[in-house]
Nanobody, 123 residues
C-alpha cells in the first residue's frame, strides 16, 4: 500500500489542523493505521493509532484529549484532527499502515510509511 500524507502547515499555538493520509494499492480496510511524528533532533514517536474498522483508537499521553484519529475506509483515508496545538507539537508527521492484528505504538509494528507532512506551531 502507498500512503500520502497532507494537511500540514504553520499555525499559531491554540489553533487546529487536520492531517489526511490517503492510501492506494491494497485494500485499505485490511490495515490498522497509525500516526507518528519526529521533531528536529528527536526520535520518531507514536501519536495515535486506529483499528481496521475504526472501532478502537489509542493515543500518546501527550496528545490525549487534543488529537483525534479517524478513518473513512470507503475513501481510503485516515485523518488526524489536531486541536489546541502547542509549540511542542511541531514536527514532521507520518502516517503508517500495519498488517498485523491489534494496535501498535512502535515503529517496528508498522509495515508501510507515508512521506511525512510538516506541522509548525508558533508561540
Amino acid at each position: 500500500v502507498q500512503l500520502q500524507a497532507s494537511g500540514g502547515g504553520l499555525v499559531q499555538a491554540g489553533g487546529s489542523l487536520r492531517l489526511s493520509c490517503a492510501a492506494s494499492g491494497r485494500r485499505f480496510s485490511n490495515y490498522n493505521m497509525g500516526w507518528f511524528r519526529q521533531a528536529p533532533g528527536a526520535e520518531r514517536e507514536f501519536v495515535a493509532a486506529i483499528s481496521r474498522n475504526g472501532g478502537n483508537t489509542y493515543y500518546a499521553d501527550s496528545v490525549k484529549g487534543r488529537f483525534t484519529i479517524s478513518r473513512v475506509n470507503a475513501q481510503n483515508t485516515v485523518y488526524l484532527q489536531m486541536n489546541s496545538l502547542k509549540p511542542e507539537d511541531t514536527a514532521v508527521y507520518y502516517c503508517a499502515a500495519r498488517i498485523g492484528a491489534g494496535l501498535a505504538t512502535t515503529d517496528s509494528g508498522y509495515n508501510y510509511w507515508g512521506q511525512g507532512t510538516q506541522v509548525t506551531v508558533s508561540s
